[in-house]
């Protein structure tokens, strides 16, 4: 049943900081492709997808599109149902029917930041209904001036002063950089202590995305948790704590930033690693990236074997019957794959 | 040349110079707004109003692009300089094959029998790694490298001396960049066509260009060698935009990229149009138009910036 609403806990609890805030446990999500009555065909989007987030800590996923990143995100949100494994939230499971946590008192927790800040807004209201909304909803126990100083305080934090002017403008007065802005501060405003942010910056301008993940990074700080999905293995990072890669649906290799992308082992990391383009380097200079086919498996509830087996350079005949298991290659660093065994 | 869209004349291009030479890989770098899409519609004499050239003149191989007549244009685009667009995904008609749509550019374009088109057809997409099986798939049974593949093919199958690739690969995975990207410069070696490359992404660019135009609010603020001009940037624009990017291998470090907003192109100040977000802004960038100049005698770079001009910034 709904529990009565902590108010002193909002907007947001600095004392949390090594806390666990999300859970994901073995997640399984499987999509039907046609509508058959019996023997129905499935997909397996995400498979066997275990991480954690602590509050004021970001975890990335990277990989390219059809990877199951979003819809790891969605599930996170109950958009999609898992078949099969556990998503916490503070320990508590989002989909526990026993127990079963309402829209809204997930909502007020996790909020999530899209990648379109053209399609996210209303274009026929006022920056001001966009924030007031969700702290009328979340946050009732603000009301007339008082909710009026907290979504100004919303729209400064987000660096879009002045506050005044900005709340009385329309969408189509902002720039992509404003409007992301925008969004941002309606997340926030819940008092969510957890956002996934999915592509929040590749549709923004080159010069301005980094003010936008400099400003995520300023509300990791205030001990807000974050999923960032995007494909972008170097603005994660730059951005994230720990990074997470995935391929068809599955954790190839995860931990620490750093380490991940300074010491990839996972043949599908550093694929990805050698395609970036980086700044000062020449073409042709990184011929490393032999695939041997651009193939990606359409991932099946009976598929067996490692997902990158049509396209690794370094494939032995164990890897199409057995999927690997984990590996750990340093303190915050694991990789599934049999040639790092 | 200049060029004025007529919403409130905002100068979307204003006095670029630019030479292509045959068999060259120039890129245009700059943020959304910039001009530099606006720029290429302009070349192949694409643009539509309210878009109206004002001054200028862009020359093809000796003949001025924009007084061609209808005809002309017709053999001129395709023929010798083609596109590929930056929503190359969607630029492929969705209700005919891809086989109809490269043999239509061919029959379009020479006197030959619809068995020679086809047999062209079949070999430029052999060319771009897709099978002749494929020529009767429709464009969503293709993935969209797939699909860009396909465009660069009907790019390519007239041989133009010219390509000119908006965004071609933003809508595409790395890896799947990183092939398609391989792939056209080896088709490059075998052709020897120009390019010229329109992006944001500079890490991409200063791989595969040899010179690098870098444009800000209409106007071209800096051009140079591509290496030189990727290892020591003299605009504070150009230096800006290199500190945007996060590097992968490179230290750890907060980046605060360039501050404020792009230019309004409705509402331009006096001086230099990057003064507002510039860090080293003088009394004499608020007043006066800084120009396009050479600012070493060694090298061809040219820079507009005041402060480049008289070697207070590095």
Not at chain 1, 56 to 72: F, N, R, Y
Not at chain 1, 208 to 216: A, D, K, P, S, V
Not at chain 1, 298 to 304: C, I, T, V
Not at chain 2, 233 to 256: A, V
């Given at each position: 049943m709904n529990q009565p609403v902590?108010?002193?806990?909002?907007?947001?609890?600095?004392?949390?900081?090594?806390?666990?805030l999300l859970q994901v446990e073995d997640l399984v999500i499987d999509f039907a492709l046609d509508n058959a009555l019996f023997k129905r065909q499935y997909m397996r989007a995400v498979n066997g997808v275990s991480f954690d987030i602590r509050a004021g800590e970001a975890l990335a996923i990277v990989g390219e599109s059809g990877s199951g990143k979003s819809t790891c995100a969605r599930a996170l949100t109950r958009l999609y149902p898992p078949t099969a494994g556990k998503l916490k939230l503070n320990g508590r499971d989002i989909n526990d029917k026993a127990d079963l946590m309402s829209q809204s008192e997930l909502a007020k927790q996790v909020q999530m930041i899209f990648q379109d800040p053209f399609g996210s807004l209303n274009p026929v209201h006022t920056i001001r209904h966009h924030l007031y909304r969700p702290i009328k909803i979340h946050q009732p126990h603000l009301k007339g001036a008082a909710l009026e100083a907290y979504m100004l305080e919303m729209l400064e934090k987000v660096g879009l002063t002045p506050a005044q002017q900005t709340a009385d403008k329309y969408p189509h007065e902002l720039s992509g950089g404003q409007r992301q802005r925008v969004a941002i501060a309606r997340a926030v405003a819940t008092g969510a202590r957890f956002i996934l942010a999915d592509e929040p910056i590749s549709m923004l301008d080159v010069s301005i995305r980094l003010g936008i993940l400099n400003l995520m990074a300023d509300m990791k700080e205030e001990g807000i948790g974050f999923l960032y999905i995007t494909h972008d293995i170097a603005t994660a990072r730059y951005f994230a704590e720990r990074t997470a890669v995935m391929y068809v649906g599955h954790m190839v290799e995860w931990g620490e930033s750093d380490s991940v992308t300074q010491q990839p082992r996972h043949p599908y990391t550093q694929l990805l690693l050698s395609a970036v383009p980086e700044v000062g380097r020449k073409r042709g200079a990184q011929k490393s990236c032999a695939t041997t086919g651009n193939q990606i498996p359409l991932w099946k509830p009976d598929s067996k074997g490692c997902p990158f087996v049509s396209r690794c350079p370094k494939v032995s005949e164990r890897c199409s019957n057995e999927m690997p298991g984990v590996t750990q290659v340093a303190e915050d660093h694991f990789v599934r794959c049999f040639e790092v065994e | 040349m200049d060029y004025v869209t007529d919403s409130g004349n905002a100068r979307a291009v204003n006095n670029v110079s630019l030479d292509i030479f045959p068999g060259e890989t120039v890129g245009l770098a700059g943020e959304s707004g910039c001009g530099k899409s606006t720029l290429a519609f302009a070349i192949a004499n694409l643009h539509s109003a309210p878009a109206l050239i004002t001054g200028g003149e862009i020359l093809f191989e000796g003949q001025d692009v924009l007084k061609m007549s209808d005809e002309e244009l017709r053999g001129f685009r395709w023929a010798k300089a083609s596109m590929v667009f930056q929503s190359a995904m969607n630029a492929l008609n969705p209700v005919i094959t891809i086989g109809e749509q490269l043999v239509d550019v061919v029959l379009a374009h020479e006197d030959v029998t619809l068995e020679q088109a086809k047999e062209r057809a079949v070999a430029n997409l052999e060319l771009v790694g897709i099978h002749a099986s494929r020529m009767n798939s429709y464009p969503h049974q293709l993935s969209g490298g797939m699909r860009q593949r396909v465009v660069i093919a009907i790019a390519l199958i007239l041989r133009p001396k010219l390509i000119i690739m908006d965004?071609?690969?933003?809508?595409?995975?790395v890896v799947v960049e990183r092939d398609i990207m391989d792939q056209l410069y080896e088709l490059k070696e075998e052709f020897g066509f120009a390019i010229l490359f329109i992006s944001h992404d500079l890490g991409l660019m200063g791989e595969i260009t040899d010179r690098i135009g870098v444009m800000y609010a209409g106007k071209m603020v800096e051009l140079g060698d591509s290496e030189e001009l990727m290892s020591h940037p003299r605009h504070p624009y150009t230096r800006g935009l290199l500190k945007s990017f996060p590097t992968i291998f490179g230290p750890k470090e907060r980046l605060e990229g360039i501050p404020g907003n792009p230019l309004n192109l409705l509402d331009v100040p006096n001086g230099c149009y990057f003064q507002a977000r510039c860090s080293e802004c003088a009394d004499i960038c608020i007043n006066t138009m800084p120009e396009l100049v050479a600012v070493d005698s060694q090298s061809p770079r040219l820079v507009s910036c005041h402060l480049v001009e008289r070697g207070v910034a590095q």
């Amino acid at each position: 049943m709904n529990q009565p609403v902590n108010l002193e806990e909002f907007p947001v609890n600095r004392e949390s900081r090594s806390e666990q805030l999300l859970q994901v446990e073995d997640l399984v999500i499987d999509f039907a492709l046609d509508n058959a009555l019996f023997k129905r065909q499935y997909m397996r989007a995400v498979n066997g997808v275990s991480f954690d987030i602590r509050a004021g800590e970001a975890l990335a996923i990277v990989g390219e599109s059809g990877s199951g990143k979003s819809t790891c995100a969605r599930a996170l949100t109950r958009l999609y149902p898992p078949t099969a494994g556990k998503l916490k939230l503070n320990g508590r499971d989002i989909n526990d029917k026993a127990d079963l946590m309402s829209q809204s008192e997930l909502a007020k927790q996790v909020q999530m930041i899209f990648q379109d800040p053209f399609g996210s807004l209303n274009p026929v209201h006022t920056i001001r209904h966009h924030l007031y909304r969700p702290i009328k909803i979340h946050q009732p126990h603000l009301k007339g001036a008082a909710l009026e100083a907290y979504m100004l305080e919303m729209l400064e934090k987000v660096g879009l002063t002045p506050a005044q002017q900005t709340a009385d403008k329309y969408p189509h007065e902002l720039s992509g950089g404003q409007r992301q802005r925008v969004a941002i501060a309606r997340a926030v405003a819940t008092g969510a202590r957890f956002i996934l942010a999915d592509e929040p910056i590749s549709m923004l301008d080159v010069s301005i995305r980094l003010g936008i993940l400099n400003l995520m990074a300023d509300m990791k700080e205030e001990g807000i948790g974050f999923l960032y999905i995007t494909h972008d293995i170097a603005t994660a990072r730059y951005f994230a704590e720990r990074t997470a890669v995935m391929y068809v649906g599955h954790m190839v290799e995860w931990g620490e930033s750093d380490s991940v992308t300074q010491q990839p082992r996972h043949p599908y990391t550093q694929l990805l690693l050698s395609a970036v383009p980086e700044v000062g380097r020449k073409r042709g200079a990184q011929k490393s990236c032999a695939t041997t086919g651009n193939q990606i498996p359409l991932w099946k509830p009976d598929s067996k074997g490692c997902p990158f087996v049509s396209r690794c350079p370094k494939v032995s005949e164990r890897c199409s019957n057995e999927m690997p298991g984990v590996t750990q290659v340093a303190e915050d660093h694991f990789v599934r794959c049999f040639e790092v065994e | 040349m200049d060029y004025v869209t007529d919403s409130g004349n905002a100068r979307a291009v204003n006095n670029v110079s630019l030479d292509i030479f045959p068999g060259e890989t120039v890129g245009l770098a700059g943020e959304s707004g910039c001009g530099k899409s606006t720029l290429a519609f302009a070349i192949a004499n694409l643009h539509s109003a309210p878009a109206l050239i004002t001054g200028g003149e862009i020359l093809f191989e000796g003949q001025d692009v924009l007084k061609m007549s209808d005809e002309e244009l017709r053999g001129f685009r395709w023929a010798k300089a083609s596109m590929v667009f930056q929503s190359a995904m969607n630029a492929l008609n969705p209700v005919i094959t891809i086989g109809e749509q490269l043999v239509d550019v061919v029959l379009a374009h020479e006197d030959v029998t619809l068995e020679q088109a086809k047999e062209r057809a079949v070999a430029n997409l052999e060319l771009v790694g897709i099978h002749a099986s494929r020529m009767n798939s429709y464009p969503h049974q293709l993935s969209g490298g797939m699909r860009q593949r396909v465009v660069i093919a009907i790019a390519l199958i007239l041989r133009p001396k010219l390509i000119i690739m908006d965004e071609p690969t933003t809508a595409l995975d790395v890896v799947v960049e990183r092939d398609i990207m391989d792939q056209l410069y080896e088709l490059k070696e075998e052709f020897g066509f120009a390019i010229l490359f329109i992006s944001h992404d500079l890490g991409l660019m200063g791989e595969i260009t040899d010179r690098i135009g870098v444009m800000y609010a209409g106007k071209m603020v800096e051009l140079g060698d591509s290496e030189e001009l990727m290892s020591h940037p003299r605009h504070p624009y150009t230096r800006g935009l290199l500190k945007s990017f996060p590097t992968i291998f490179g230290p750890k470090e907060r980046l605060e990229g360039i501050p404020g907003n792009p230019l309004n192109l409705l509402d331009v100040p006096n001086g230099c149009y990057f003064q507002a977000r510039c860090s080293e802004c003088a009394d004499i960038c608020i007043n006066t138009m800084p120009e396009l100049v050479a600012v070493d005698s060694q090298s061809p770079r040219l820079v507009s910036c005041h402060l480049v001009e008289r070697g207070v910034a590095q």
